[in-house]
C-alpha cells in the first residue's frame, strides 16, 4: 500500500506548486536584482545570496524589503 507520507503529500499538491512557483519566482528575481545592483542598505553580496537562497519565500522578501539601496 501507498505509506500515509506520500498520500499527504499528493493531497496538498495542488496547494504546493503555487507556493513553489512563487518561491522560485522571488528568488531569481531577488537574485537577478541583487547581482546587478552592487549596493545594499547594510551586510554584502555573500550574506545577502545565502539570504535568499536559503530563506525559501521569506529571504527575497527580507532582501526586497531591507537590503536592496534605493
Known amino acids: 500500500g501507498r505509506s500515509l507520507i506520500v498520500e499527504g503529500f499528493t493531497e496538498y499538491l495542488p496547494f504546493l506548486i503555487p ?3 512563487v518561491q522560485i519566482t ?3 528575481s531577488a537574485l537577478v536584482h541583487l547581482l546587478k545592483h552592487p549596493n ?3 551586510g ?3 550574506i545577502w545570496i545565502i539570504v535568499v537562497l536559503l530563506g525559501q519565500i521569506i529571504g527575497p522578501i527580507v532582501y526586497f524589503a531591507f537590503g ?3
Open 19 to 21: 507556493l513553489i512557483i
Open 26 to 28: 522571488l528568488q531569481i
Open 40 to 42: 545594499y542598505r547594510f
Open 44 to 46: 554584502s553580496k555573500t
Open 68 to 70: 536592496r539601496e534605493e
